[in-house]
């Protein structure tokens, strides 16, 4: 037998351990969230997950609370939801959240708080722009726009416990927090390794991909699922495209093997496809060594002719191929159909050993 | 893989033989990282001190290329101290009485004078690796790119089998891939002796059964040549017609002097691409391709798992899918091939012609794949290969191995070692990585890494061009000054032309696999003023 707590007058089963927050999601109780990081431990920074805990003396955060048997919680009343708006209004103060011209802008935690407290005016003054760190930008993927910070913390929490880079922490003290690489130095000369998960949990838009921008808003765009074409662990990814173009690239949650984790090269590698160098027409050589425009009938003619006539006189073994690792198992499935069954060699290989 | 990636996090002891773990595969490197955060031991064995090292209990420095005597030494502690798992070594394998033998030949002492690891710590590091079960031992190509690779892997295997640790959720023998899909284009017999999903060619049956599905009247049954040799039948003239699909070999093959003169002796050479290469300078054709995310397939991961890729973009100009490619050549030498899309290929022909991956259908692809072997379509894939030490082929084989130097040690004249890898922020020969926005201002130029005894030797300061000669060739590079490197080594990549490792590896290679001796050779640095 499961034990039970209260959730909002109804008898609901828990287990011993969770928190009010996956206990209340289970029995279908939804509570907001901003600075929780499943994997995480929880730092109960926000308090947006504020929830009302019968015989407690103010208001509990639900991702850092367990459940305990029988305890009462309420977690859509009037005194909560109070509680809650005033505490978006107070991060809506906090900085500079000019949706308009916001990368994260229709994908954003706090716009969609805001939203649904129908929040129209700033109730606080808003922080002064003086007192606004200066952004961060000055290598080629992340950007951190300080007036958007809201200091919940996950992409501290990302780096240090989720990928254990340890390349950025909370710096400073209150009015001046800032999250900060070592030595508050740009992220180019830290420890970073632009694998880009804290910009993946960034709720709000104060990390952004710096090659994103401008190329699509998320209700413009489609997500496409692929896998990381790279190194051989196979990293399930998003591709955000808009018109036939990838915008960005982001990790799949919760999917084998990566868990909504990718590197450098699967998150920010993607766009040598759009190089202007690829290859777009067949070529073939000119007797004087220059290559020349083909049509694909001509070129396909000749290798067909060719490894003909090399069959003809000296034997099917005289033609070699290697496959590409990196391609499509259909490719490479294709590939030694041609030698085997078409050429008549088994001389098909590829570069396993690199 | 023998596992899968989500037993890292899981995992309680982890051994790391030759794996640059965060800088060649970091996703992977992530979950062990976690995994040490929870409690699991780490032990991490390489001649370099990696950034893994960082998380570590132990870093076991062991001298470039003595694997093989290392692991030898550990296991006659296991077998001496009488530590070894007695019941899965007699339930689940054979040979133990030969591999004792051998390794008797091995005490700590001799050990450590061949890998410079104290016979103390191999001592240590026996006794810890018995004390937690399953330990699960990862190997990337440390383990593989050397004269012995084969013997390095059996090796693996072995200590692994010895400790009982072979068949069990994080446990077992995991070396990582490293393209994405190595591992598929051997599943897919892009290899010269085995139809796809491992049917050998030489076997009567197994040649009938494809033949009939092709529909042609026979198939070659004798074993093709591996990529170097067919290389140097480039040179003899025994090999006319030579097709390049994807490979830049101009850069990615030891002797990058030599590869160019094979190269430069095809009478025919047709490349196959998505960007004008160093190794498209040589070809006769030049065929453009697709790209990833340009066309539908799958890709096969280390842990054998078949993953979905799928169409964003339109491929640029006139470019093809590989597969079209080939049917196209296929239907000029009079051959109709019926299938007409990835998926057709996969489902009418792969999946039926393959036992171990008859179960997986795209249909059944449009999450987190599946792990083969699933041999039926209700099969729900294979993350653990010979679960609970009961292997696919019978009792697993102990192998009593001889350690061997590399093919080129230091001498006089080219006093260092050279060992070659991956850094972080390019991907082999950066026909991709360069060509990718930023990734340059990351990582813009190749470097020699060198420790600071030998930079102190040399009287070399970090940041100076020096040259680094092998018997094969030299370049030019910046020396970069590193603790990361053990005094008498030398390492680089292959990232950039002019300053790849490959002008200076020795093209050497395992009798077996034909895998070259990228870890391994000598070299001289000279200063330039
Ligand atoms: S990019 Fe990765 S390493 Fe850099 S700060 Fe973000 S999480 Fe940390
Ligand atoms: S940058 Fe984003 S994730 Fe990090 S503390 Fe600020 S709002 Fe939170
Ligand atoms: S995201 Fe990184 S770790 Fe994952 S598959 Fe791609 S290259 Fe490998
Ligand atoms: S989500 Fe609970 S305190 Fe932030």
Same mark, same amino acid.
């Given at each position: ?83 809650? !708006? ?30 649904? =407290?129908?929040?129209? !005016? ?107 074409? =790279? ?42 496809? =759009?190089?202007?160098?690829?290859? !777009? ?51 490479? =499935? ?21 | ?121 191999? *001592? ?180 054998? *798992? ?56 795209? *249909? ?106 092998? *018997? ?46 990228? !870890? ?10």
């Amino acid at each position: 037998m499961s034990q039970t707590f209260i959730l909002n007058g109804i008898e609901t089963p828990f287990t011993p351990g969770q928190m009010i927050l996956d206990a209340a999601r289970n029995g279908g109780a939804e509570i907001p969230t901003l600075c929780y990081l499943k994997g995480a431990a929880p730092t109960g920074a926000c308090r947006i997950c504020c929830v009302e805990v019968k015989g407690a003396r103010s208001l509990m955060a639900a991702c850092s609370t367990p459940v305990t048997a029988g305890m009462e919680v309420t977690t859509n009343s009037e005194l909560v939801h109070r509680a809650r !708006k005033m505490n978006v209004e107070f991060l809506l103060a906090s900085g500079k959240h000019n949706c308009l011209m916001c990368e994260a802008n229709g994908n954003c935690r706090l716009q969609d708080l805001a939203y649904f =407290y129908k929040i129209t !005016k700033l109730q606080f003054r808003e922080k002064d722009e003086k007192d606004i760190y200066p952004t961060e930008d000055q290598n080629p993927f992340i950007v951190r726009d300080f007036s958007r910070c809201i200091l919940c913390g996950r992409c501290v929490q990302a780096c240090n416990e989720v990928v254990v880079n340890r390349a950025i922490s909370q710096g400073y003290r209150g009015a001046e927090s800032k999250i900060v690489t070592g030595g508050d130095s740009p992220y180019n000369e830290s420890e970073c390794v632009f694998c880009g998960q804290c910009v993946e949990v960034c709720p709000v838009g104060a990390l952004t991909e710096k090659k994103a921008k401008g190329l699509g808003r998320p209700w413009e765009t489609q997500k496409i699922r692929t896998t990381c074409p =790279y190194c051989g662990v196979g990293c399930q990814q998003w591709l955000h495209v808009k018109d036939g173009k990838i915008a960005k690239v982001t990790a799949v949650e919760d999917a084998q093997p990566n868990q909504g984790r990718l590197c450098v090269k699967g998150r920010f590698a993607y766009d040598f496809i =759009y190089s202007e160098e690829r290859l !777009k027409t067949p070529l073939i050589r000119e007797v004087d060594g220059a290559f020349r425009e083909a049509s694909w009938d001509e070129a396909l003619d000749l290798v067909a002719s060719k490894f003909k006539s090399i069959i003809s006189e000296h034997g099917p073994d005289a033609i070699a191929g290697v496959s590409c690792a990196r391609s499509i198992n259909e490719d490479s =499935y294709q590939m030694q159909k041609l030698f085997r069954a078409v050429i008549g060699t088994n001389n098909i290989d590829h570069c396993a050993r690199t | 893989m023998t596992n899968s990636f989500a037993d890292f996090i899981k995992a309680k002891l982890i051994l790391m033989i030759g794996t640059n773990m965060s800088e060649a595969h970091p996703v992977a490197s992530t979950f062990v990282k976690d995994a040490v955060l929870g409690g699991a031991q780490l032990i991490v064995v390489d001649p370099r001190r990696t950034d893994m090292v960082d998380f570590a209990q132990m870093h076991v420095q062991i001298k470039v290329g003595s694997d093989v005597a290392l692991i030898n030494g550990i296991m006659n502690v296991l077998i001496e101290e009488n530590l070894y798992d007695k019941k899965y070594v007699e339930s689940c394998t054979v040979g133990f009485e030969d591999l004792k033998k051998k390794v008797m030949e091995y005490p700590p002492e001799r050990a450590a004078e061949i890998s410079g690891v104290s016979a103390d710590t191999i *001592r240590t590091l026996a006794r810890r690796l018995a004390s937690v079960k399953p330990a699960m031992l990862m190997y990337t190509l440390g383990i593989t790119e050397h004269i012995c690779g084969v013997n390095n892997v059996m090796s693996c295997a072995n200590l692994q089998m010895l400790l009982g640790n072979v068949g069990f959720e994080c446990g077992g023998v995991n070396p990582l891939r490293g393209q994405n899909n190595v591992q598929g284009a051997c599943d897919m017999g892009a290899l010269p002796n085995v139809f796809p999903g491992y049917q050998r060619v030489d076997n009567a049956d197994a040649r009938a059964k494809f033949a009939k599905a092709w529909n042609v009247k026979s198939l070659p049954d004798k074993p093709g040549m591996m990529m170097p040799t067919m290389m140097e039948n480039l040179t003899t003239g025994k090999v006319k017609a030579f097709y390049v699909f994807g490979e830049n070999l101009a850069n990615t093959e030891p002797d990058i002097h030599h590869v160019e003169h094979c190269l430069q002796s095809a009478e025919f050479l047709v490349c196959q691409d998505i960007f004008p290469t160093e190794t498209t300078r040589f070809a006769h054709v030049i065929l453009p391709a697709a790209a990833w995310s340009e066309n539908d397939g799958t890709f096969t991961s280390s842990e054998r *798992r078949v993953n979905r890729v799928r169409t964003a973009s339109v491929p640029p100009g006139q470019a093809k899918p590989n597969w079209w490619i080939f049917r196209e050549i296929a239907k000029r030498m009079g051959h109709q091939w019926a299938s007409n899309s990835a998926k057709e290929i996969w489902d009418q022909e792969v999946s039926v012609l393959a036992p171990s991956m008859a179960g997986i259908k795209y *249909r059944r692809l449009e999450g987190d794949g599946i792990q083969w072997p699933a041999p039926t379509e209700e099969h729900c894939g294979t993350p653990t290969l010979h679960k609970d030490g009961k292997f696919t082929c019978g009792l697993g084989v102990l192998k009593p191995i001889d350690w061997i130097p590399p093919a080129e040690v230091p001498d006089k004249e080219y006093p260092l070692v050279l060992s070659t890898g991956r850094r972080l922020y390019h991907y082999h020969t950066r026909t991709q990585t360069g060509r990718s926005r930023g990734i340059n201002d990351l990582l813009g130029e190749e470097t020699a890494d060198i420790s600071a005894a030998d930079a102190r030797k040399l009287g070399v300061a970090d940041g100076e061009m020096i040259a680094v000669k092998s *018997r094969r060739g030299e370049v030019k590079v910046k020396a970069r000054v590193t603790q990361q490197v053990p005094e008498g080594l030398v390492w680089m990549a292959f990232h950039f032309r002019d300053a790849c490792a490959n002008w200076l590896t020795n093209p050497v290679y395992d009798p077996i696999t034909q895998t070259a001796e990228y !870890k391994a050779c000598a070299v001289r640095i000279d200063r330039l003023t």
